[in-house]
């Protein structure tokens, strides 16, 4: 018997008193993983890849991602702070990121750890990584876990294409630990709280699920706009901060689109974001249309991390902001000296292999399968291709899926209902003449 897969812990959720049914959040759900039933929007979480897409197009707010509470960490906590390289951008007229260092500090955290640390430290190793011979090009980026998750459920053929580097919030949140302990030998690992600042849910999914099934190095995950309205309180420009940022150009670059590829100093490289840019992309590389290329960084929000759903600005403002930012800033704070070996260190890999996780087979039968696919394409072909939605779902494919395997009657299909009455008065006419 094989085993059972583990359910997948989702951070994005429906709220059915705000949800009217209507069909915005259907038709831009990148997965089809949203259906209208009895009035309202029902999401199949085997399919759902936490991209926030729903929330992004929902005129109602019935989509909701869900993070911690600042409120709800544990006080007796040594809390340290991870905040992304996009949440930088979020403030208006910042000229020093000590500011906003310092302001964490000032809210409660005991400590703060940049991300873009960690994500210099990925780009040394990332360099490296992509002298080996051995690596099947184009090598596609791991720090966005809505882009690893589609992997895993749709393109097989591509898992072996991402890089089996670590993330940076990951790196990010064993280093701060480990530096945390250091300095203060009194604490237990258990006794610090490491807390990151996320511009999107997938992040908050991602260490709900731990990293590819071990336990993430992150305790909790909090919502960057949370954070960003108790910073405004704290933030004052009449007192200037401790000088105590450790990260340049380069992990700042990290909050948006091209920003990882760039920093490899690789010329061969592709950079695309917005999920159905990234889905079309994925596809181009799994058919062979990219040979030239050696890596690819793919991010689901539109413009990168500052296009996430749980930021505050507008994601072309905020990448403004970071390039003015950036300019003050030294290259990179964390070089690892040359090393042209092209190996990584094994505790920075991936705990295990990343694997193919397909859902929704048609049948576990083989010929069974082949069985209800067919009769999946000729009820497709007989419907009439308007891919309205009214049936409740995304396309008429999409709701020939749902006849053939989930029940559904044909008749809900109004065109089709439609053409059905209209023929029978037809006929009913004919007989009567």
């Known amino acids: 018997m094989s085993p059972v897969m583990e359910q997948y812990k989702h951070s994005v959720s429906l709220d059915l008193e705000k949800c009217k049914g209507c069909t915005n959040c259907l038709k831009r759900c990148p997965t089809e993983a949203i259906r209208i039933r009895d009035g309202h929007a029902v999401i199949n979480s085997d399919v759902c890849i936490d991209c926030g897409e729903c929330i992004r197009r929902c005129?109602?707010?019935?989509?909701?991602?869900?993070?911690?509470?600042?409120?709800?960490?544990p006080a007796d906590k040594y809390r340290i702070a991870l905040p992304a390289p996009s949440f930088y951008g979020q403030f208006t007229d910042l000229d020093d990121v000590d500011y906003v260092l310092q302001g964490l500090l000032d809210i409660g955290f005991q400590e703060v750890f940049e991300v873009a640390r960690a994500a210099e430290i990925v780009t040394e190793y990332t360099r490296q990584y992509l002298k080996n011979d051995a690596v099947l090009y184009p090598v596609i980026n791991s720090a966005c876990p809505v882009v690893v998750r589609l992997i895993t459920l749709r393109f097989p053929y591509l898992c072996d294409h991402v890089i089996p580097i670590m993330p940076p919030i990951e790196l990010a949140g064993r280093m701060a630990r480990e530096e945390a302990l250091k300095k203060h030998p009194e604490l237990k690992p258990e006794d610090i709280a490491v807390v990151f600042i996320s511009p999107c849910p997938a992040k908050a999914s991602y260490v709900k699920n731990g990293f590819l099934g071990e336990k993430s190095h992150i305790d909790y995950v909090?919502?960057?706009?949370?954070?960003?309205?108790?910073?405004?309180?704290?933030?004052?420009?009449?007192?200037?901060?401790q000088t105590s940022s450790q990260s340049g150009m380069i992990g700042m670059s990290w909050a948006s689109t091209g920003g990882e590829a760039s920093a490899l100093f690789n010329d061969k490289y592709l950079a695309a974001d917005g999920i159905d840019n990234v889905i079309h992309v994925l596809d181009e590389i799994e058919t062979g249309h990219f040979p030239m290329l050696q890596f690819v960084e793919l991010n689901a929000c539109p413009g990168g991390?500052?296009?996430?759903?749980?930021?505050?600005?507008?994601?072309?403002?905020?990448?403004?902001r970071l390039q003015a930012l950036r300019r003050y800033l030294p290259v990179s704070q964390n070089r690892l000296g040359r090393d042209d070996s092209g190996s990584v260190p094994d505790d920075l890999l991936f705990p295990k292999k990343l694997e193919y996780r397909p859902v929704g087979k048609f049948d576990e039968d083989l010929n069974a399968a082949m069985q209800k696919m067919s009769e999946i394409e000729d009820l497709a072909a007989s419907l009439p291709a308007l891919d309205c939605g009214s049936c409740g779902a995304p396309t008429c494919r999409a709701f020939a899926e749902d006849v053939v395997l989930g029940g559904r009657s044909v008749d809900e299909c109004i065109v089709y209902m439609r053409e059905r009455i209209h023929k029978l008065a037809q006929e009913t006419e004919g007989d009567a003449k």
Do not use: H, W
């Not at 005129?59 to 960490?73: S, V």
């Not at 909090?222 to 901060?241: E, N, Q, R, W």
């Not at 996430?308 to 403004?320: F, K, L, M, Q």
């Open 222 to 241: 909090v919502s960057m706009s949370d954070i960003y309205f108790k910073l405004i309180g704290v933030m004052k420009k009449t007192i200037i901060p």
């Open 59 to 73: 005129p109602y707010q019935a989509k909701k991602a869900n993070f911690d509470r600042f409120e709800d960490i």
């Open 305 to 320: 991390c500052v296009g996430g759903v749980a930021t505050v600005e507008n994601p072309y403002i905020a990448r403004v």
